[in-house]
């Protein structure tokens, strides 16, 4: 993990669960980054105390208001870190906001769908959008010709619900909204990859694993993976990814999920 050296990172939904451990895990790096911005909808709510918590002892910290099904806030959000940022440029940002609702084939609304892509797929294209300036000015200030994530990058957090080979989910729960909404992220990966490529930016979608969250409990088993464990390892793979793996789809070990 000591190989990734970033100046910037930007994680959405950073109040809890993996977002708030890819904060708690950049800012312990050996070499953390100078700006860590933890992006959440209510910043001084109660659910984003442990953030708060943690600003006060981390001022290269910075809690950023951010709703991601809104393209209002997403603007405000991308002009403030900009104005943080001045000539530098953001090196990485995950896109790790996601919501999941437990509905079946048969109970599943046009409602539930709507939010659900609006959270999980349309909320990281608006982001990419926003944040390709910022991204784009990291990468011309970085040596170099390859791609990496110290450079610039887009790390997309999806899982093997969307991998529409394995459709891991449908068993347990079938969560038909939450599968459609990663599976329809998983190609906007490949569309960014293709598309900012030219720009010297690389993008990757995650499976962070079934980890103990508040989203991964409500499955009913306890999950098997800490959060601890599944950003130190989604960390370790994306300090070494490369030109050869924009585009792709892993798991926090690095491992290729298939599409």
């Known amino acids: 993990m000591g190989g990734l050296r970033v100046h910037s990172v930007l994680v959405t939904g950073a109040n ?31 659910q984003a105390q442990e953030l708060q918590n943690l600003a006060s002892k981390h001022p290269n910290l910075v ?9 209002a806030s997403i603007k405000a959000a991308a002009a403030s870190v900009g104005e943080r940022l001045k000539d530098s ?13 437990y509905k079946t084939l048969d109970t599943e609304t046009q409602e539930d769908m709507a939010q659900v892509y609006a ?5 990281p294209l608006l982001l990419g959008q926003e944040f390709l300036p910022l991204l784009k000015k990291a990468a011309q200030g970085s040596p170099g010709s390859g791609l990496s994530c110290s450079k610039a990058a887009i790390i997309n957090i999806s899982s093997t619900g969307g991998s529409i080979t394995e459709v891991q989910m449908w068993k347990e729960a079938q969560c038909v909204s939450y599968c ?12 960014q990859s293709l598309g900012y490529r030219e720009h010297g930016i ?8 079934w980890v103990q969250t508040d989203m991964g409990n409500a499955a009913g088993d306890k999950p098997p993976l800490t959060v601890d464990e599944s950003v130190g390892g989604m ?25």
Not at 20 to 32: D, E, I
Not at 119 to 123: D, E, F, M, P, V
């Open 89 to 101: 440029g953001l090196n990485l940002l995950i896109n790790n906001a996601g919501m999941l609702v």
């Open 235 to 259: 960390l370790k793979v994306i300090s070494s990814l490369s030109e050869k793996d924009t585009g792709t789809f892993l798991d926090w070990e690095g491992k290729v999920v298939p599409w």
């Open 63 to 71: 809690i950023v208001p951010l709703e991601v099904t809104k393209p």
């Open 119 to 123: 959270t999980n797929t349309i909320g």
């Open 202 to 209: 690389l993008c990757a979608g995650f499976h962070p694993g």
């Open 16 to 46: 809890r669960g993996i977002g708030l451990g890819f904060v708690q895990h950049l800012l312990g790096l050996p070499n953390p980054p100078e700006w860590v911005f933890a992006a959440c909808r209510d910043p001084k709510g109660k």
């Open 180 to 191: 459609c909404s990663k599976a329809a992220l998983n190609m906007l990966t490949k569309c």
